[in-house]
């Protein structure tokens, strides 16, 4: 066997070969046939017949994932709430301004 032919195949049998003494997933395939796949050590199943995490469930995990994922923080939720009260704040001080100085250019103090 070449190098550069069947490279695939090199170590095959070393690894998951018919008298690997590993553990193997064994669930039922769409064939009707155990799968061979290695098998995770936390359930004894690959990770197409259940090896996959389902994610986090209770508040304390999904807010460590919520952490890991943060990357800058500029929407968060907090922050956006921060800014919708500002932006609030603004429209009503501009409101404000401007109802004076309607006050003012009727009472004649202000010219437009």
Not at 1 to 12: A, F, H, P, R
Not at 26 to 37: I, N, S, V
Not at 51 to 78: F, M, P, W
Request: glycine share 10%.
């Amino acid at each position: 066997m070449t190098v550069t032919k069947n490279i695939s195949e090199l170590g095959k049998v070393t690894r998951f070969g018919h008298d690997w003494q590993g553990e193997r997933c064994g669930a039922k395939t769409r064939r009707g046939t155990e799968c061979q796949r290695p098998a995770h050590k936390h359930n004894r199943r690959c990770s197409l017949h259940g090896g996959r995490s389902t994610g986090a469930k209770t508040a304390d995990g999904l807010q460590v994932i919520s952490e890991a994922n943060l990357v800058h923080g500029r929407y968060t939720k907090d922050k956006l709430e921060r800014q919708k009260r500002a932006a609030e704040v603004g429209r009503r001080v501009k409101a404000e301004l401007k109802n004076i100085e309607q006050r003012l250019i009727a009472a004649g103090v202000l010219d437009c």
